[in-house]
């Protein structure tokens, strides 16, 4: 089994910036695909942004240009860097792992970005 721990989330100004992480532990494969989603307060889940094992992303277009995802392989751990943030992503963010057949997620850290 796979467990995801989060972090990193907190209260920010428009503008600013922060970095959340995601460290997986258990039985990870060498090939797989982590990403980043968030939940808005009675909103669906939506996808932010992933990462292939082979090092392939893909964005939201509403994050383009300002988030960036990236992992440290050794320490099965993934970041989304956040810039210009703004209120709009506000949310909670979870750390997904896919690997066929199942997704695992995080407990979720909430981020809130104030005007």
């Known amino acids: 089994q796979v467990q995801l721990v989060e972090s990193g989330g907190g209260l920010v100004q428009a503008g ?18 982590m990403g980043w989603y968030r939940q808005a307060p009675g909103k669906q889940r939506e996808l932010v942004a992933t990462i292939t094992s082979g090092g392939s992303t893909n ?43 199942v997704r695992y997620w995080g407990q979720g850290t909430q981020v809130t970005v104030s005007s």
């Open 16 to 33: 600013g910036s922060l970095r959340l992480s995601c460290a997986a532990s258990g039985s990870i494969r060498s090939i797989n695909v």
């Open 59 to 101: 964005y939201a277009d509403s994050v383009k240009g300002r988030f960036t995802i990236n992992t440290d392989s050794a320490k099965n751990t993934v970041y989304l860097q956040m810039n210009s943030l703004k209120p709009e992503d506000t949310a909670t963010y979870y750390c997904n792992l896919y690997q066929v057949p």
